[in-house]
């Protein structure tokens, strides 16, 4: 391959990395096109199978941009405060990693179950023979009824029903919140030891 060859393809190479990062910052993406840009060129320089394998182990240019930008969109949303953006962006990765599908999934249910609990606790105060913990015949009726008329049986917990949902509520969102920001630190150290392993 010519020198003109090998810096068309070096080129080519570059571009389509600056494409694949256009979701990092400006900055960033030009310190990382920099050091790609200066260790093919040192390839480059001993010849076009030294290029070839450089570029072979690389990969892809979206591919090897997408460790980059997993690391980038992970830092940003376990820094934020607000769980709604970090399960997002676990959802998002979903279709690239199961650990992200089962993480998420498993959060927006324990989300979910922090929802209903809370919703419990006030459908209490409007509705309060409706909702709570019933004993009838041996078994144990906890939730909300509205088929017509209240449960029969012995309401155990009356208005005790309040607290206890709210404290529900309370742990499925703390324990949802948990799972979502050690897997997206788990997660993140990953694509950095990739994105360090690449370069």
Known sequence: ??????????????RRLDWA????????????????????AERAAQGSSAL????????????????????YELSGAVN????????????LH?????AAFLIGFVALIFYLFSLAFALMAILKIITPAHVGAWLNGG???????????????????GYWVIPLTVLMALACYIL????????????????????????
Do not use: C, W
């Open 21 to 40: 990062l256009r979701d990092l910052p400006s900055e960033d993406r030009r310190n990382i096109k920099a050091e790609i840009n200066s260790h093919l």
């Open 52 to 71: 070839n394998a450089a570029v072979s182990a690389l990969g892809p240019p979206d591919r090897f941009a997408r460790a980059f930008v997993e690391n």
């Open 1 to 14: 391959m010519t020198t003109v060859g090998l810096a068309g393809r070096l080129e080519d190479y570059i």
């Open 94 to 98: 979903a279709s690239r990693s199961l």
């Open 139 to 157: 078994a144990l009726e906890f939730g909300a009824h509205y088929g017509g008329s209240a449960p029969d049986g012995t309401e155990l917990l």
């Open 176 to 199: 949802g919140t948990l799972l979502l920001r050690g897997g997206a630190r788990q997660m993140l150290r990953r694509a950095r030891a990739r994105a360090t392993g690449l370069r």
């Open 80 to 91: 934020r405060a607000s769980p709604g953006n970090l399960l997002l962006v676990m959802l």
